[in-house]
C-alpha cells in the first residue's frame, strides 16, 4: 500500500511539473502574441494619427512645399524666380544619369531592394547605440524624404522624437507604396536643401553651375550629392577643402557600387571643383532684373482675382507657377551688354571728362539753394531716411546721421567698391551717373523681346521703362506726320518752304520755335528731308495746320495713354511719355498701321502643367496701311542722310531701318527709335535728375548718347542667326491705286551738321 500510494504521489508531481512548463511556454506565447498586438495597434494607431497627425493619402500625392514661381522666356530659358524657397521641382527623366547613382551610393546604398525601411541600417545603428560604436544612420532616403515633406518641427522630447520617427517610417512605407523609385529620387532632390538659398536640384544646379540638372557631369553631380548631407559644412564656396574631400568619397561609394570603375575615379577624383559659374540667385541678380520686378507688381496683382482649386488666391511665391513671357534671353543679354559696353566704356567716362573741374558738377545749377533742394528730396526718398523716419526719428536728427561716415558697397562701372562715406555724399556721388533704358518690342506681335530699365536694379531701383515719364523731344514729330500723312493730301516728298512759322495761341500772342541747323533756308524742303534732319520750322508749319487736339487723337489711337497738354510746342516732344509708350506706338508704323499694345506674357500654367491662363495682345487700327508705309518711307531718310545717319557710316548697318532721334531741352534726355521689319526699338539716356546733363548739344543730343546703344544691340541680334531677324525691306501696302514711290530728291548729308541738328 505505501509503495503504491508512493507512485501515485510521484505520478502527481510528474504531471504538475508538465503542466507548469506548458503553463509557462503558453504564457510566453501569450505576452509575445500581445505584444504584437500591441505593436500592430501602435502602429495602427500612429497610421491613424492617434499620436498625432499623419499626412493623408491627397497630401501624399500632393505634398505641400513652397515652390518659386518661375519666369521662363520665349526660348525656354529660367530668367529667375519669385519664392519663399528658391525650389522648382523636376521629373526623374530631368536629372543627369549620374545624381541618382551618386546620391543612393553615399546616402543610400540598399535602396533599390528595400521598401522604405532598411532593416540592416537600423540593426547597426542599435548595435552602435549599445557599444557606443555608432557607424552611420539609419534613414533611408524615403525616410528623408518622409522627413523633408513633413518637418518635424523643433524643441521635440525624446518621447516625441521616438514617436516622431515611427511615423515617418510609416510615412516612408506609404511613400514607397504609392511611388516607384525613381519618383522617390527626383522628389527627394526636390525638397532638399543645398545651401545659398538653393532649395531642391533644379536650383542648386542654376546656382553653383547656371545649368539645368540634366547637364551636370559626373564630379558635378558627386559634388551635390555630397553636400546634401550638411550644406554649410560641405559647401564648395565656403568650404572648397572639406568639399572636394566630400566629393570624392561619392566617387569612392560609387566605385564601391558598380557604377563607376577606379580608372574613372582616379581621373575624376583630381579635377578641380569650378565654381566660375556660381551664383546665388536672387531678386537683385540675373537676366531682365527690372523686367522682373515689373512683371512681380502685374502678378501680384492678377494673383488678387485668380483662384487655386482650393477657393484661395495663386501665391506667386509659394505656388510653383510657371509664368512664360515673350523675353527673349539672347536678345535681352545683347539688350543689357550693349547698355554696360556704352555707357560703362565710352559715356560715363566722357561725361566725367566733360564736368571735371567744373563749379557745382554734375549740376547745370549755378544757384546753391536749388541744389541743396534737390539733394534734399534725394535723401527724403532713401531707403535709409525712410527707416529712420519709421523709427521715430525727428528730420534734423535724420539729417544729422546722414553726416556720419559708415560703411558701405556703392556701385561702378568696374565692379561694386567697399568703402567707408557719409550717406549724403554718397547721394552726391550716384548724381554723377547717366542711366538709360531700352525696350525692344517683336512689331508684329506686340511682344517684349528685351527690357533694360536701367543700369543696375542692385543699386537703381527706379525703372526708366514703364515707372519713368520723361520728355520726349522729337521723337514725338512722327505723331505729327503721321496725322499729316493720314488726314492731309501729304506724302514723304511733299515740299513745304522752309521758313520760320508764328502759331498764335489762346491769349493772343505767338509762339514760333527756332532751329539749330542752317541748311536749305527760304527754300522749299520736302518733309521726308525735315524730319530727317528733325526741323522745327517744317513741324510749326504742321501744327499750325492740324492743331494739337488732332495731334494727340493720334497719339492716343497708336496707344500713349499719359496725359499731353494740347499745347503748340508738343510738336517739339515737350510732353512726359513712358518708353514703353513711344516704342509700342512705333511699332504701330511697321505693322501696316495696326497698334498692338506691348505684352509680357504668354501663358500661366500651375504646378502640375495646367494652364491657368492665356494672354493675347489687344489690337486696334490706328492709320491706314498707306500712311504706314509713308511713315517708314519718312523715317528712313532719319537713317539714310539725317541724325541717325551714322548708323550707316559709323556701325555699318545698311539694311533698311526707319529712325527717330531726340533731344530734350538742355540735353537732359536723348532718344532713339529704331524700327525694322521684325523689331521696334527704343532707347532712353539721361540722369536721374534733369538739371545733371550734357552741357552741349553736340555730346548731349540723341545721335550721340542713344543711338549707340541701340546700334550695338542691333549688331548683336543680326549677328545671331538663331534668332532669324530680318534685314530685308519693309512690306509694300497692297494698295494699286496709290503712288508708293517716294524717292524724293536727295541732299547732300552734311556730316558736321547732322551732330547737333536735332536740339529741342
Known amino acids: 500500500m ?17 503542466d507548469n512548463g506548458r503553463k509557462a511556454v503558453r504564457v510566453l506565447w501569450s505576452i509575445f502574441g500581445i505584444g504584437i498586438v500591441l505593436v500592430v495597434l501602435f502602429f495602427l494607431c500612429v497610421a491613424k494619427g492617434v499620436f498625432g497627425t499623419m499626412p493623408t493619402f491627397e497630401e501624399l500625392e500632393n505634398p505641400q512645399t513652397n515652390l518659386a514661381t518661375q519666369i521662363i522666356s520665349c526660348d525656354g530659358k529660367v530668367l529667375g524666380s519669385y519664392y519663399v524657397e528658391n525650389r522648382s521641382n523636376v521629373r526623374f527623366s530631368d536629372l543627369s544619369p549620374y545624381l541618382p547613382q551618386a546620391l543612393v551610393s553615399i546616402e543610400d546604398e540598399r535602396f533599390y531592394s528595400h521598401s522604405g525601411i532598411d532593416g540592416k541600417s537600423l540593426f547597426r545603428v542599435a548595435y552602435g547605440v549599445l557599444t557606443g560604436n555608432k557607424k552611420g544612420g539609419g534613414s533611408t532616403i524615403t525616410q528623408q524624404l518622409a522627413k523633408n515633406l513633413f518637418p518635424r518641427g523643433e524643441n521635440l522630447s525624446k518621447a516625441k522624437l521616438v514617436l516622431r520617427k515611427f511615423q515617418e517610417w510609416i510615412t516612408a512605407t506609404k511613400l514607397e507604396y504609392n511611388y516607384s523609385k525613381d519618383e522617390i529620387i527626383a522628389m527627394y532632390l526636390n525638397t532638399v536643401a543645398f545651401g545659398h538659398n538653393a532649395y531642391g536640384i533644379r536650383s542648386a544646379a542654376k546656382t553653383f553651375f547656371d545649368k539645368d540638372p540634366k547637364d551636370m557631369n559626373l ?10 548631407n550638411a550644406p554649410t559644412r560641405f559647401s564648395p564656396v565656403r568650404n572648397p577643402e572639406r568639399s572636394m574631400q566630400r566629393r570624392n568619397l561619392v566617387l569612392k561609394s560609387m566605385v564601391k557600387n558598380g557604377y563607376i570603375t577606379e580608372e574613372v575615379y582616379d581621373s575624376v577624383s583630381l579635377i578641380p571643383i569650378d565654381m566660375s559659374h556660381f ?3 536672387d531678386h537683385n541678380s540675373g537676366q531682365a532684373t527690372y523686367f ?19 477657393g484661395k488666391p495663386y501665391n506667386i511665391y509659394r505656388d510653383g507657377l510657371k509664368i512664360y513671357t515673350t523675353i527673349d534671353s539672347r536678345m535681352q543679354r545683347y539688350a543689357e551688354e550693349a547698355v554696360r559696353e556704352f555707357m560703362g566704356g565710352s559715356l560715363q567716362p566722357s561725361f566725367y571728362k566733360h564736368w571735371e573741374g567744373r563749379k557745382n558738377a554734375p549740376f547745370s545749377l549755378t544757384d546753391q539753394d536749388q541744389i541743396d533742394a534737390l539733394m534734399e528730396a534725394s535723401m527724403k526718398r532713401s531707403d535709409r531716411y525712410r527707416t529712420l523716419k519709421d523709427r521715430g526719428m525727428d528730420p534734423d536728427s535724420i539729417r ?8 558701405m558697397t556703392v556701385f561702378s562701372w568696374d565692379g561694386p567698391i567697399d568703402t567707408v562715406m557719409t550717406p549724403w555724399d554718397s547721394i552726391m556721388y550716384y548724381k554723377w551717373f547717366l542711366q538709360a533704358s531700352l525696350v525692344s518690342i517683336e512689331s508684329h506681335t506686340g511682344h517684349v523681346k528685351a527690357y533694360v530699365g536701367g543700369i543696375d536694379y542692385r543699386y537703381f531701383k527706379y525703372d526708366h521703362v514703364m515707372q519713368a515719364q520723361r520728355q520726349v523731344g522729337s521723337t514725338f514729330k512722327p505723331f505729327l506726320y503721321a496725322l499729316a500723312m493720314q488726314e492731309g493730301e501729304y506724302t514723304p516728298c511733299t515740299k513745304i518752304p522752309n521758313i520760320p512759322y508764328n502759331i498764335e495761341l ?3 500772342k505767338f509762339w514760333s520755335p527756332r532751329n539749330s541747323g542752317g541748311k536749305h533756308i527760304n527754300e522749299e524742303v520736302t518733309l521726308k528731308w525735315a524730319l530727317a534732319q528733325s526741323n522745327n520750322w517744317i513741324s510749326a508749319y504742321l501744327m499750325n495746320r492740324f492743331g494739337p487736339q488732332a495731334v494727340i487723337s493720334m497719339a492716343r489711337r497708336m496707344g500713349v495713354e499719359s496725359p499731353i497738354d494740347p499745347v503748340p510746342a508738343i510738336c517739339l516732344g515737350v510732353c512726359d511719355l513712358k518708353l514703353i509708350e513711344m516704342v509700342g506706338a512705333m511699332s504701330t508704323f511697321a505693322n501696316q498701321g495696326v497698334y498692338i499694345k506691348p505684352i509680357f506674357i504668354t501663358k500661366i500654367e500651375d504646378k502640375n502643367g495646367n494652364v491657368i491662363e492665356r494672354f493675347t495682345a489687344e489690337e486696334s487700327e490706328a492709320m491706314s496701311e498707306v500712311t504706314a508705309y509713308k511713315m517708314i518711307e519718312l523715317m528712313k531718310g532719319v537713317v539714310q542722310s539725317g541724325t541717325g545717319v551714322r548708323l550707316r557710316y559709323k556701325y555699318n548697318l545698311n539694311n533698311p531701318i526707319a529712325g527717330k532721334t531726340g533731344t530734350t531741352q538742355k540735353n537732359s534726355d536723348g532718344y532713339f527709335m529704331g524700327i525694322t521689319p521684325d523689331l521696334t526699338t527704343g532707347v532712353w539716356v539721361g540722369a536721374e535728375d534733369r538739371s545733371v546733363h550734357f552741357r552741349t548739344t553736340e555730346l548731349g543730343q540723341g545721335s550721340r548718347t542713344a543711338l549707340p546703344i541701340w546700334a550695338l544691340y542691333m549688331q548683336r541680334v543680326y ?3 538663331t534668332l532669324r531677324i530680318s534685314q530685308g525691306d519693309f512690306t509694300k501696302p497692297s494698295a494699286t491705286d496709290v503712288d508708293l514711290n517716294f524717292d524724293c530728291d536727295k541732299y547732300e548729308i552734311d556730316y558736321d551738321a547732322v551732330e547737333y541738328i536735332d536740339e529741342f
Open 719 to 721: 549677328a545671331d542667326p
Open 219 to 228: 564630379e558635378e553631380s558627386a559634388l551635390m550629392a555630397g553636400v546634401v
Open 400 to 407: 544729422k546721421v546722414f553726416d556720419i561716415p559708415v560703411p
Open 2 to 18: 505505501q509503495k503504491g500510494t508512493k507512485k501515485n504521489n510521484s505520478g502527481k508531481k510528474t504531471k504538475k511539473s508538465g
Open 506 to 508: 489762346e491769349d493772343g
Open 292 to 310: 522682373r520686378e515689373q512683371l512681380r507688381k502685374e502678378l501680384t496683382e492678377w494673383s488678387k482675382t485668380h483662384f487655386r482649386p482650393d
Open 279 to 281: 551664383g546665388v540667385m
